[in-house]
């Protein structure tokens, strides 16, 4: 199992930068594949990017493509979200989601690929 902590969310205004950080408590952090998802609000969550168990792969939503990124440090348990150019519909509960034993090529967009998910961090940026 993992435990996830989510942090780094705040107010920002458009334009600005804010760096998530996810920490993962339990020793096997490194087996699991990591996502960040959103959920604006009165909306259903998104995916917005996910990186596979070595860090050696990465994906991003086409909507913050060029403009975040996604990293982990396996020696620190934790996975990072930089985002940067922030934008108004940037706005949402951003949370991060451990996941293990599928194929992250095939799956990692998916939220039903993830078993554990962090309890959220609020982004809110004003335009």
């Known amino acids: 199992q993992v435990q996830l902590g989510e942090s780094g969310g705040g107010l920002v205004q458009a334009g600005g930068s804010l760096r998530l950080s996810c920490a993962a408590g339990?020793?096997?952090?490194?087996?699991?594949?990591m996502g960040w998802f959103r959920q604006p609000p009165g909306k259903e969550r998104e995916f917005v990017a996910a990186?596979?168990?070595?860090?050696?792969?990465?994906n991003y939503a086409d909507s913050v493509k060029g403009r975040f990124t996604i990293s982990r440090d396996n020696a620190k348990n934790t996975v990072y979200l930089q985002m940067n150019s922030l934008k108004s519909e940037d706005t949402a509960v951003y949370y991060c989601?451990?996941?293990?034993?599928?194929?992250?090529?095939?799956?990692?967009?998916?939220?039903?690929?993830?078993?554990?998910w962090g309890q959220g961090t609020q982004v809110t940026v004003s335009s």
């Open positions: 989601a451990a996941g293990t034993g599928w194929t992250w090529t095939i799956r990692n967009t998916e939220k039903g690929a993830y078993g554990y």
């Open positions: 339990g020793r096997t952090f490194r087996n699991y594949h």
């Open positions: 990186i596979n168990w070595s860090g050696g792969n990465t």
